[in-house]
């Protein structure tokens, strides 16, 4: 999941004026954290400030989409890393299992315990798998809120 608080800046005419910024760094550029003095807004500015919420929701669509598929690409490779990593696992995980059952025979008593072994390791990697693909994907739009409109 992706989750950020976004500003965009845009010109009177809908486009932008620069990138879209993090709030923070919106906020500490242009030193909100002090007292804001609010002045009346006319009908006529609010009219155009609702203009302009089109642009903006189309600005930060796209920036959202880059930044959702760019943290795919890393979660993408994240993904793969741990596949390899649970690969090995697997395959020592039967080597010891092996090892263990070697001497013990091939009876119906060890048969079992080796059988129900076998079991438990085939299903912590499916279970695992499951949960860490389900956790790096990222799929769907961004949903997108109007939390501020900031005018000067």
């Known amino acids: 999941m992706l989750a950020d608080f976004v500003v965009v800046s845009l010109k009177a005419d809908g486009t932008p004026y620069r990138e879209p910024c993090s709030l923070i760094s919106f906020f500490e550029e242009h ?19 609702q203009e302009l919420l089109v642009p903006a929701v189309e600005v930060t669509s796209l920036h959202m989409r880059g930044s959702q598929r760019a943290l795919e690409q890393s979660m993408k490779q994240k993904l793969g890393e741990y596949k390899r990593h649970i690969e090995h696992w697997h395959r020592e995980a039967l080597k010891q299992l092996e090892i263990d059952f070697e001497e013990k ?4 008593f060890w048969s079992r315990i080796r ?15 499951r949960y860490y693909q389900n956790m ?10 109007v939390l501020a409109v900031f005018y000067n």
């Open 105 to 108: 025979g091939h009876g119906g």
């Open 136 to 145: 790096t994907s990222l799929q769907g739009e961004a949903y997108l809120k």
């Open 31 to 49: 030193a909100l954290y002090e007292a804001l003095h609010i002045e009346h807004i006319s009908e006529t500015d609010l009219a155009k400030l």
């Open 115 to 129: 059988d129900s072994r076998y079991r438990e390791i085939e299903t912590i990697l499916s279970k695992t798998g």
